[in-house]
């Protein structure tokens, strides 16, 4: 692990203190799932599993939907469908009726975050192997990319991609060697109020073994695992300093 952490939070408070929280991510109860199937079951299996990502998303709570006192809602998930839709690639297009679940969450004593969430800038710097090495950004449409945006679509928690040039250039070498100074700094410049940076090696089995560091203001945490850790890591400490009771 990254050995710089007390000089990185100080950093990143520096850097991003003066931000404000910079995105929206829309309609806060409508999502998209996967759909097994044209049949009723189907259908109500899916609008399951859509209540429990939006559950997860508006408490900032990665166990939200395993709890028994939103159980009620998860179950009877039907119940609150305001729309829904087929969408491509067997996906299913659901809103939910938003009064009803936030007075669900606020019955539970439970915190709601809403929709108006940080921005975070990833730089994820990846060694594959044989000499193949680089730097993720915005215009990436590999596997990798796309997981990290899909869990932090499910969390509510939206991402800048660095651009094209230079910043792939010197972001690899500066995330790899943990000169994270100026890759915290560049925050302000893609507007974003957080910074997520990761150095993965790719593994035998062909798994993704992480170092994430998280810096936003007045917040710093570092973890290991997969790519998903990092959405996950920086979804949590926002959750923990924005959502809030009643």
């Known amino acids: 692990m990254n050995r710089t952490l007390p000089w990185l939070a100080a950093a990143a408070l520096s850097a991003l203190a003066s931000v404000a929280i910079a995105a929206s991510i829309g309609d806060l109860y409508s999502v998209t799932v996967p759909v097994a199937g044209s049949g009723q079951a189907a259908q109500q299996a899916a609008f399951r599993e859509a209540m429990r990502d939006i559950l997860v998303r508006a408490t900032g709570r990665r166990d939200a939907a395993e709890l028994e006192s939103l159980a009620p809602l998860v179950a009877q998930a039907a119940r609150h469908v305001v729309s829904f839709r087929r969408a491509s ?83 690899f070498q500066q995330a790899w060697s943990g000169d994270h100074g100026p890759l915290v700094a560049a925050a302000a410049r893609y507007g974003a109020d957080g910074v997520l940076i990761g150095r993965a090696t790719v593994t035998a089995a062909g798994r993704h073994a992480v170092e994430w560091t998280f810096s936003a203001a007045g917040l710093s945490a570092q973890t290991t695992g997969e790519l998903e850790s990092g959405p996950e890591l920086a979804a949590d400490r926002y959750a923990g300093a924005h959502a809030s009771r009643g």
């Open 89 to 171: 690639g067997n996906q299913l297009a659901v809103s939910f009726d938003g009064p009803a679940i936030e007075n669900a969450i606020d019955a539970a004593g439970l915190a709601f975050w809403g929709a108006e969430r940080p921005l975070t800038l990833v730089w994820l710097a990846i060694d594959r192997g044989d000499g193949r090495r680089g730097l993720l950004g915005a215009a990436s449409t590999g596997e990798e990319k796309q997981r990290i945006d899909r869990v932090a679509a499910r969390r509510g928690v939206p991402l800048v991609w660095p651009g094209s040039g230079g910043d792939l250039g010197r972001g």
